[in-house]
């Protein structure tokens, strides 16, 4: 039988549809609260968009996103559903910090791979554990991963509080790092080609990274014997093993790769950012990569797309808290409604526009 | 430790264990039915705000109570038509209901009462009140079994006795009618049941509706007994609390119970000491944070007695043609 829809229509149009709508509902919402939306929207952009600073910031948010955006698709492909890209985002940032910290680092240059791989090893670790309960044990990796999520705020506020905390300090933090971690910004690397992008914002390096992740899970989803085997598992689990694809591996693998690219995520705000290890590093970053896997398609290229999107919604809904009545949180809102329509509700979509699609092509025949 | 400090934080737990065994309650009656529910804690959140908000305007707990529950219902219709009419992913769809929660209290807050996200201090009638048992007073003085029923037994909220009361009252609807057996059928095998002739929907629609009520009392007691008024994420992890409880007690009511009585005590643990010396040892606060999600993981892994799921949570039900 042939599919009822055109490939395009399944990647594109039914994403697209989705998007559409929960955009309509966050619209009526900020309609009954009482503020213009069209108003709203054109503030969203100048203020995400309209300057280098805007962009600047667009583009830090889009680089969290990407990470844990990529981390939550490539669990995808396996079937597998991990929610703990924020525990492990955590963690990532603990083994960045210790990194920083524990040598004087001369030069950005040897800290990056350093302070990457340290990011990566503890934010596979950190989902390690659920992987392997679900892997040989079969606990189901969706509730241990929230679990951990809570664990790593325990654990963080523990080490934050008692341990890594600089003698005399009052806010549970580490102290700065070195000057030598230092990473680049969008403006030290760009002033060279004459591009005066903002001094300000926060967007750095670490987005070229991104992008250079998004190729690599690419290669290694499409292009590799591994890939397949992940992408086999996922669709079918009994055909996978039939073909002597082994279940504990596959699903070992679709983890740590999950949760090192979720740990990856800390180059970028602890390192990028921050320049210290604060609490609630986060943010809410890896919940946010649940709605861009989603709206992405688990595929790396809808992975950036969707958290450049996502990217923008952060930086224009912090101007719109700032100049109007509508509060931060409206971009939760939004953020909830595009999960619910492009991953719960994803048939109710789906289902009409199938009819449609059958009904064209039974006008043509 | 003395008596009179042990009967306070016996005290302070039964206080804690109230909403996570309501929320506890309500996802065992989904999750039993087939459907799986990691937005109680978004439920819980809209019934908080909803009901602070209501009881705030009218100074009444009672609309403000159903207020609370309506708009946990409204938070489970979502999941149900989701989960149930178009066959998505429960998982997701809890998700989605968390951050709607979350997001949209925060947004109707500010608008209403222009609070920074929260509502009005409720005072009075628009508080669930402590209810003093009959005889507390006389039986007080006592020894030993005076003090247990003046302080512990007696002197909390409506919702408090109505939360251990459905206890007993959850497990003879689950095990001794025919309602629960259709529920519980729903959830292991919904084949047998479609072929019995009762509708497998309707059945699953039932469960998140009690569900969405439970959650409802859940969040209203949050906002109007144990605090006076919503603040911004008020819930604080404790539908995903009573999740763990839920895996803990293997998805059965008495059992519940004595789970959420463990979180609660942990919570209350953690409330009144920052760290606790164990001759020694220091435990630090983090640690009683992280024990209840500890405990389950280790449940879970199955290896003190294993956490089996009802069969069917999590697949919706695709009528044979």
């Given amino acids: 039988m042939r599919e009822a829809m055109p490939k395009w229509a399944d990647l594109v149009l039914i994403p697209l549809v989705s998007l559409v709508l929960a955009f309509a509902l966050s619209a009526l919402v900020i309609l009954a609260i009482g503020e213009d939306p069209v108003a709203a929207v054109r503030m969203m952009v100048s203020g995400a968009l309209g300057s280098t600073y805007g962009w600047g910031y667009t583009l830090y948010y889009a680089t969290n996103f990407i990470f844990t955006g990529l981390a939550v698709a490539v669990a995808f492909q396996a079937r597998l559903f991990n929610i703990g890209g924020e525990g492990q985002a955590m963690l990532g940032g603990l083994g960045v910090a210790l990194i920083c910290l524990s040598l004087p680092w001369p030069h950005w240059a040897l800290a990056l791979p350093a302070a990457a791989l340290g990011a990566a090893l503890f934010g596979a670790a950190w989902a390690a554990i659920p992987a392997w309960l679900q892997a040989t044990r079969g606990s189901h990796v969706v509730i241990t991963t929230i679990m951990f999520n809570f664990i790593a705020a ?20 580490t102290a700065k790092f070195p000057p030598g971690t230092h990473l680049p910004s969008l403006h030290d690397l760009l ?45 079918s689990e009994p055909a996978a093993i039939y073909a002597g694809i082994k279940p504990v591996r596959i699903v070992m693998a679709a983890m740590l790769i999950s949760g090192a690219l979720a740990g990856l995520m800390a180059v970028n705000n602890v390192m990028g ?9 986060v943010e809410g970053a890896g919940f946010i990569g649940i709605a861009v896997a989603l709206m992405g398609r688990s595929h790396p290229f809808g992975v950036f797309l969707a958290a450049l999107l996502f990217g923008f919604l952060y930086q224009g809904g912090a101007e719109l808290a700032l100049w109007t009545d509508i509060p931060r949180e409206m971009i939760v809102v939004i953020q909830a409604l595009v999960i619910l329509f492009t991953g719960a509700l994803d048939n109710m979509v789906r289902m009409p526009l199938e009819r449609l699609f059958l009904a064209l092509r039974r006008g043509r025949a | 430790m003395d008596f009179a400090t042990a009967l306070q ?21 989904s999750e039993r039915a087939g459907i799986f529910d990691i937005g109680l804690e978004g439920k819980m959140l809209a019934s908080a705000f909803f009901s602070a908000a209501v009881a705030a305007v009218t100074g009444s707990v009672w609309l403000g109570l159903s207020a609370g529950i309506a708009a946990s219902l409204v938070m489970a219709a979502i999941h149900g038509a989701a989960s149930i009419s178009f066959r998505g992913n ?81 497990w003879w609807v689950l095990n001794r009618t025919r309602f629960g057996l259709r529920l519980r059928a729903v959830g292991e095998n919904p084949e047998a049941l479609d072929t019995a002739g009762v509708s497998v929907a309707a059945t699953r629609y039932a469960a998140v509706a009690i569900c969405g009520v439970l959650c409802g009392i859940a969040g209203a007691y949050l906002a109007t007994a144990l605090q006076a008024g919503f603040v911004k994420d008020m819930t604080a992890g404790r539908g995903f609390i009573a999740l763990a409880a839920l895996i803990f007690a293997k998805w059965r009511p008495w059992q519940a119970m004595g789970a959420t009585l463990l979180f609660g005590l942990l919570q209350a643990i953690a409330l009144r000491y920052q760290n606790i010396d164990l001759g020694g040892v220091v435990l630090p606060v983090q640690v009683m944070d992280a024990l209840p999600y500890v405990l389950t993981v280790v449940i879970l892994a199955g290896f003190v007695g294993r956490a089996i799921p009802p069969r069917a949570g999590g697949s919706p039900y695709i009528k044979e043609r």
């Fill in chain 2, 90 to 170: 429960q998982l997701i769809s809890g998700v989605a209901i968390n951050f709607l929660a979350a997001g949209l209290t925060v947004v109707i807050a500010q608008t209403w009462f222009s609070q920074g996200g929260r509502t009005p201090s409720l005072i009075g009638a628009a508080r669930f009140e402590p209810i003093t048992l009959p005889l507390a007073e006389t039986l007080h003085p006592l020894p030993i079994l005076g003090p247990i029923y003046h302080e512990l037994i007696s002197g909390h909220t409506l919702p408090v006795y109505l939360a251990f009361a459905l206890v007993p009252l959850s």
């Fill in chain 1, 273 to 281: 950012e921050a320049e210290r290890l604060v609490l609630n590093a």
């Fill in chain 2, 9 to 29: 934080i016996l005290d302070s737990t039964v206080r804690l264990a109230t909403p996570l065994l309501l929320a506890c309650l309500a996802g065992l009656f």
């Fill in chain 1, 154 to 173: 325990a654990v963080l506020n523990y080490l934050l509080v008692n341990v890594m905390r600089p003698i005399g300090a009052m806010d549970p933090a």
């Fill in chain 1, 191 to 235: 002033a060279p080609f004459g591009f005066a992008f903002s001094r300000a914002a926060p967007a750095n390096i670490t987005f070229l990274i991104a992008i250079a992740a998004c190729v690599l899970v690419w290669l290694i989803l499409w292009r590799t014997r591994l890939g397949y085997e992940i992408r086999a598992y996922g669709h």
